[in-house]
Structures are given as structure tokens and as C-alpha cells.
């Protein structure tokens, strides 16, 4: 199993543009999410899905869409880049029983709003 | 709100000594919680949980302390090696109406094992 990927590892934005981070996992995992994090701080949450076709907002939504037409991909959008979207970005994915409740966590995605 | 945090930001030790992580919670309902390891330019990696029902649970090398009375939670790494510098970050669980459990973590803390 390649577990959680995520692409591309590194990106350089301008202050407006959009584009889409990639994450995807062969673990047939329920659960994924996404999220970010900034320097000195732990991570917080974005977006998250329960499955193919559900999605809901954590704790920092703003700026930030989300999709996921297959069990396997979760896309993160950004709309329009802002310098405040500088970060890190995590995507993480579980099984969806608290009994086997362990995140596993993609390499991560550096972003660069200029 | 509710929240994670840790007591030290930085935890030097020297090669083969025990390390102690600290880690205090304040939401009192929590019951379930994690700890993670990131090294530089990794995701975090899983090392360890222990539900609330529980005072202690130990895994290679590691153990982790819960004192639920003063809400405190503790990493041990015992004779700690170079490879376990890292950042080391406690977390707990928030059950969401969807029934996704979201991970509310601390801030970390960074680990510095010489040699």
C-alpha cells in the first residue's frame, strides 16, 4: 500500500490565483480530511468527509472547497490564494470505528501565497 | 474554548536517557487521546492513545500517563535515541454530529536528543 499521497509537495502561488492540492489513499478508509499547519502551531482542521459524497467544515473552513466523488480521492481547492493560506497543508485519512481510530497522515503540501 | 496544549516548547536530553513529554487538556469530557511524532518535513506519524478509562498504557519504548484528576497528560520515551528528535505533538478527540472524530492538537513539542 502507498497509504496517504498527496500532490504536488511544494507550490508557489500569486495572491488571486486558484488551483487544487491532491490527496489521495488506498487504505479503503471512510474518513479523510484535511489540514493545515502553520509554523510553531499544531495542526487545525479544514475540511473533512465521512465518505464518498459527504463533506463538512472543521475549524477553518474559509477559502477552502472540497469534494469527494470517490472513497479514494479528496481534493483540497483553493478559490482565490491569499498570502494568509501560506502553510502547510496535511491530508489525513481513518476508519471510521473508534476501535481502529488512527489517522494516518500524507507527506504534506508547502504553499506559498506571494 | 477547549483546548490542547503542552508546558515546553523544547525538551533537550542526551542519548540514553528517558525523555518526559508533557501535555495538559481542558476539556474534562475528553476521552480518548493521541500522541503523534512529526520529523521534520514528515507528516505526524501515530505513536501512541489511551482512552480515559485508563491511567497508563506503555508500547515499545514509550508510555503514556494519564491523570485524569489534573487533567494532565505524559510521553515517556525511554532511553532515547537520536532518531526520536522530532516534534511530538498530544491530542484529543472532539466527536462531531457526523460522527467524524476531529483531532484538536497542541501546539507541540520539539524534542532534541545529542549523541
Known amino acids: 500500500n502507498a497509504g496517504v499521497t498527496q500532490t504536488p509537495k511544494f507550490q508557489v502561488l500569486k495572491t488571486g490565483q486558484s488551483m487544487t492540492l491532491q490527496c489521495a489513499q488506498d487504505m479503503n478508509h471512510e474518513y479523510m480530511s484535511w489540514y493545515r499547519q502553520d509554523p510553531g502551531m499544531g495542526l487545525r482542521l479544514i475540511h473533512y468527509?465521512?465518505?464518498?459524497?459527504?463533506?463538512d467544515q472543521g475549524e477553518v473552513p474559509n477559502g477552502y472547497n472540497v469534494s469527494r466523488s470517490t472513497t479514494e480521492d479528496f481534493p483540497l481547492r483553493l478559490l482565490s490564494a491569499a498570502p494568509s493560506q501560506t502553510s502547510v497543508y496535511f491530508c489525513?485519512?481513518?476508519?471510521?470505528?473508534?476501535?481502529?481510530?488512527?489517522?494516518?497522515f500524507g507527506p504534506g503540501t508547502r504553499l506559498t501565497v506571494l | 474554548g477547549e483546548s490542547v496544549g503542552l508546558h515546553l516548547p523544547t525538551l533537550s536530553v542526551q542519548e540514553g536517557d528517558n525523555s518526559i513529554i508533557n501535555c495538559a487538556y481542558s476539556?474534562?469530557?475528553?476521552?480518548?487521546f493521541i500522541w503523534y511524532k512529526q520529523e521534520s518535513g514528515k507528516g505526524p506519524q501515530f505513536i501512541i492513545d489511551?482512552?480515559?478509562?485508563?491511567d497508563k498504557r506503555q508500547g515499545q519504548r514509550v508510555t503514556v500517563l494519564l491523570n485524569k484528576t489534573v487533567k494532565h497528560l505524559s510521553l515517556q520515551i525511554a532511553a532515547t535515541q537520536p532518531g526520536d528528535s522530532a516534534v511530538y505533538f498530544c491530542?484529543?478527540?472532539?466527536?462531531?454530529?457526523?460522527?467524524?472524530?476531529?483531532?484538536?492538537f497542541g501546539t507541540g513539542t520539539r524534542l532534541l536528543v545529542s549523541p
Open positions: 489525513a485519512s481513518s476508519y471510521a470505528s473508534l476501535d481502529q481510530y488512527t489517522q494516518y
Open positions: 476539556n474534562s469530557a475528553s476521552d480518548y
Open positions: 491530542a484529543d478527540l472532539e466527536p462531531q454530529n457526523t460522527g467524524f472524530q476531529k483531532l484538536v
Open positions: 489511551i482512552r480515559s478509562n485508563m
Open positions: 468527509s465521512v465518505g464518498a459524497g459527504i463533506t
